[in-house]
C-alpha cells in the first residue's frame, strides 16, 4: 500500500481539543451509563480522536486542553501537550479556554476539534484542513447539522472566535465561518447521545472505543435480531 502524499503546504495545523472533568462528562448518556462506564467511555474516544488526528499528514502538534489529571495524562501519553483549563465556571467556559490556546501558539492555522470523534480518520482530517485552506475561518458540521466538528482558523492572529455551544454551526456560519462539504462521516460523528453511539458503533470506531463498547457490552440495536 502506499502512503498518501503530503499535502501541498509546509505548516501544519496545531489541532485544540477541549475535555471537561470527567466526573462533569457526557451527561446525556447518563440514562444507559453510569459514571464509570462514561468515563472509561471518554478517555477512550479521546485516545481514538488523538490517534486519528495524529495520523495526519496535515497536523504539527495538538494540544488537550483539560482541568482533569486523568485526560491530560491520556494527552501525554499519546503525545499531546496538556494546557491546564483553570477557567472559572461559566457559560462560555469551553469558548475561553479554547481562544486562549489558540492565541497561546505560533502562526499556522489552529483547529478546535471535538474530542469525541471515536471514528474519525487521519485522512479524514488531512482532507478537511486541505479544503480549509482558502478560508480565513472554515467550520466542519456534524452529522446532526447544528453542531460543529472542527472550526479552523488559517491564522489564530485573526482571531479563532469559538462559538461552541447550541446551535453552533450557524453561530459559526453566521460570524463568517466557511462550511466545508466533505465526505467526512467519522469527522462528522460526535458522540453525544445513545443514538450517537450506536451510529459510532455501527460505523467503526477506533481500537479504545471499541474495546470499550465490548467491555460494557454496547450493543447496535440496529444488529441485533
Ligand atoms: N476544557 C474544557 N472543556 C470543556 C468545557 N465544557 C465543555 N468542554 C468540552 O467540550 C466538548 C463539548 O462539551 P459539552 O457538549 O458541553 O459536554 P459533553 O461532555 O460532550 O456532553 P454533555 O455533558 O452531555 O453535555 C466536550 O468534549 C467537553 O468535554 C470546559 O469548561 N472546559
Ligand atoms: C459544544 C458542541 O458540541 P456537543 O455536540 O458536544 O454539544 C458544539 O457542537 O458546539
Not at 505548516?11 to 451509563?33: G, M
Request: proline share 8%; hydrophobic share 45%.
Amino acid at each position: 500500500m502506499t502512503a498518501a502524499p503530503p499535502p501541498p503546504t509546509a505548516v501544519r495545523a496545531h489541532v485544540l481539543i477541549a475535555v471537561k472533568d470527567l466526573d462533569r462528562a457526557k451527561t446525556r448518556l447518563a440514562s444507559r451509563l453510569d459514571a464509570e462506564r462514561r468515563t472509561a467511555l471518554v478517555l477512550a474516544m479521546l485516545r481514538d480522536t488523538l490517534a486519528a488526528a495524529g495520523a495526519s499528514e496535515a497536523v504539527g502538534e495538538i494540544t488537550v486542553i483539560t482541568p482533569d489529571r486523568a485526560v491530560a495524562a491520556a494527552a501525554e501519553s499519546a503525545g499531546a501537550h496538556w494546557f491546564p483549563d483553570r477557567g472559572g465556571p461559566g457559560p462560555d467556559r469551553l469558548n475561553a479556554v479554547l481562544r486562549s490556546a489558540a492565541g497561546a501558539g505560533g502562526r499556522g492555522p489552529v483547529v478546535a476539534l471535538q474530542g469525541d470523534l471515536p471514528c474519525l480518520t487521519g485522512r479524514e482530517l488531512t482532507e478537511a484542513l486541505v479544503a480549509a485552506r482558502p478560508y480565513r475561518r472554515a467550520v466542519v458540521i456534524d452529522h446532526h447539522g447544528t453542531g460543529t466538528s472542527a472550526l479552523i482558523v488559517a491564522d489564530p492572529a485573526e482571531g479563532l472566535a469559538p462559538q461552541f455551544g447550541p446551535d453552533s454551526a450557524r453561530r459559526h456560519i453566521d460570524s463568517g465561518a466557511t462550511a466545508l462539504a466533505g465526505h467526512w462521516p467519522g469527522l462528522r460523528l460526535d458522540v453525544d447521545t445513545p443514538d450517537d453511539l450506536d451510529a459510532a458503533a455501527e460505523l467503526g470506531p477506533g481500537p479504545a472505543t471499541a474495546e470499550v463498547l465490548r467491555t460494557i457490552g454496547w450493543r447496535d440495536p440496529s444488529r441485533q435480531c
